[in-house]
């Protein structure tokens, strides 16, 4: 969606949202690379978690992320 809105043909859409210029949505588009270069795909991609699940009670519920903690973006994206 970021790149046609900051394509030629979806320059006018762009105008029309408003409160988006050409330049913030040329530093999302950096950011959103940058993440899939560290991998995020993985956890992006990945079917919707059921939240019931993990808020059952008495059930304790972990997290590993090892695999991604020398990827400091997608990392605390991820926390996040």
Do not use: H
Request: proline share 2%.
């Amino acid at each position: 969606m970021l790149q046609y809105l900051t394509s030629d043909e979806g320059k006018d859409e762009l105008k029309s949202i408003g409160g988006l210029s050409s330049q913030t949505a040329g530093v999302l588009l950096r950011d959103i690379l940058e993440l899939e270069q560290q991998g995020a795909e993985k956890f992006f991609g990945a079917p919707e978690v059921d939240i019931d699940y993990l808020i059952r009670e008495g059930a304790i519920n972990l997290l590993e992320l090892l695999g991604v903690q020398d990827r400091p973006r997608l990392f605390s994206t991820f926390l996040m």
